[in-house]
């Protein structure tokens, strides 16, 4: 299975030239780095959807991932919000 990446509220799926502000205002794409702010190291938690305006757990725009892959993505944001 192929892992998809869409808002869990609407369906819509972000392209590679969609950006999101940080609140250090670096703009960049959040699914290149798995929701982390390149420039001040930033974890978020949330991801807000350009169509549909909602908040959701950033890990929930992931589809088609496995239980496995999803608590290894948890432990590693864990890690990295550690350092």
Not at 45 to 74: G, M, V
Request: aromatic share 10%; glycine share 0%; net charge positive.
């Amino acid at each position: 299975m192929k892992i998809e990446i869409k808002c869990p509220k609407c369906s819509w799926k972000p392209t590679s030239e969609k950006l999101w502000q940080c609140t250090c205002n670096h703009i960049w794409n959040t699914f290149d780095t798995c929701a982390q702010c390149p420039k001040c190291k930033k974890i978020w938690e949330d991801t807000s959807c350009p169509k549909c305006e909602r908040w959701s757990k950033h890990l929930a725009w992931y589809s088609n991932l496995d239980n496995i892959l999803t608590k290894e993505l948890e432990k590693l944001n864990e890690y990295i919000s550690l350092k």
